[in-house]
């Protein structure tokens, strides 16, 4: 009989999805709330926070409680994940709900403790932890449970998380604090540099599904941008190519190509054979960037292949490891498993 109580979690930088047991993904909504400044109310949570950044009167703030991969805002972490947990559960359930909650590769003890701390006082009874990447695998239909070696590079919005996964756990892990959320702020940044033009994080994301690339286009594509000049103050509307956004988006690019490669040199001779043989598992919003696997493709000489839904694997990993939670608890998956206190 199933436990439709039972929740996953994918606690991501920019976006939030849940997972129902024997419903699947019912939730996938921004990271964001809204509160005011004056009487630390809340006034928005999710979609509704985010249509405000940047749009807000002076008193209400609009931020992201979670940074990196990790809570940064306790307070208003928690206060997020109650709202989540009651809106995908709805008002019809009674006990407290097992959820499995995703974090990044890197994170410390104290981190998960916070994430633990935070899930039980939203109403989460046993709390399980899993790493971002081995989710991401399970989701995206790998089986880990054999002895052979698959890497897993899930390009988040606050981290980069890679995995060599081998019988069920993680051989060697490595996460970096540079993903989906640095390819905007470095398109700012060269926005403001370049054209002298300030724009705002909506925009900035927009350019990057547009036009922005990782790996030159066959064809130059552009889009019109509005910002505000930095010397006149008065808007400016400019026409930005993929050559500008291969520019900007350069750095953190390359960073992450560096890290997968440093990955591959400290990986163990047999499995390396694996991976070249298999290839490489991309997910993560941030891997849907266009030419990511093309970039990482001429650095490594190895195959890349793109989850087939990269957005929602590690949510889909969280569901199918409730789904076989008896599984996944001889492995090494949930390692770090432990109860929530309450």
Not at 90 to 113: D, Y
Not at 178 to 188: S, Y
Not at 314 to 331: F, K, Q
Request: hydrophobic letters at 40%; one cysteine or more; proline letters at 4%.
């Amino acid at each position: 009989m199933f436990r439709f109580r039972d929740i996953g979690i994918d606690l991501g930088t920019a976006t939030i999805l849940v997972y129902v047991r024997g419903k699947g993904i019912v939730l996938k909504e921004p990271s964001v709330i809204s509160k005011d400044k004056n009487t630390n109310a809340i006034l928005a949570v999710g979609e509704e926070a985010r249509k405000m950044l940047g749009r807000t009167p002076g008193n209400i703030v609009a931020i992201r409680p979670l940074s990196d991969g990790v809570i940064s805002d306790y307070e208003s972490t928690l206060t997020m994940l109650k709202y989540f947990i009651k809106k995908a559960t709805g008002r019809r359930w009674f006990g407290k709900p097992r959820v499995v909650i995703c974090v990044p590769s890197g994170v410390t003890e104290v981190e998960k403790r916070a994430v633990l701390e935070a899930a039980a006082e939203a109403g989460a009874g046993k709390t399980y932890i899993i790493e971002e990447a081995i989710a991401a695998a399970i989701g995206s239909g790998l089986d880990i449970s054999k002895a052979l070696g698959n890497m897993v590079v899930d390009v988040g919005g606050g981290t980069t998380d890679i995995a060599v996964i081998s019988l069920g756990g993680a051989v060697l892990t490595e996460s970096i604090k540079i993903a989906g959320n640095d390819f905007d702020e470095n398109v700012i940044r060269y926005m403001r540099r370049k054209h002298n033009i300030l724009i705002g994080e909506r925009t900035a994301e927009e350019l990057k599904i547009k036009v922005g690339c990782a790996y030159p286009r066959p064809e130059i594509v552009s889009m019109d941008v509005t910002g505000r000049n930095m010397v006149s103050g008065l808007p400016k509307t400019i026409t930005v190519t993929s050559e500008d956004m291969l520019e900007a988006l350069a750095e953190p690019v390359s960073a992450i190509v560096e890290t997968v490669c440093s990955a591959l040199e400290r990986t163990p001779p047999e499995l390396s054979s694996d991976i070249c043989e298999q290839g490489i598992l991309l997910t993560g919003g941030g891997s849907l960037l266009y030419g990511m696997d093309k970039a990482i493709f001429e650095r490594t000489k190895i195959p890349i292949y793109l989850a087939e839904d990269a957005i929602s694997a590690v949510a889909l990993g969280t569901g199918r490891a409730l789904e076989s939670l008896d599984i996944y608890n001889r492995t090494a998956v949930f390692e770090q498993r432990k109860q929530a206190a309450r």
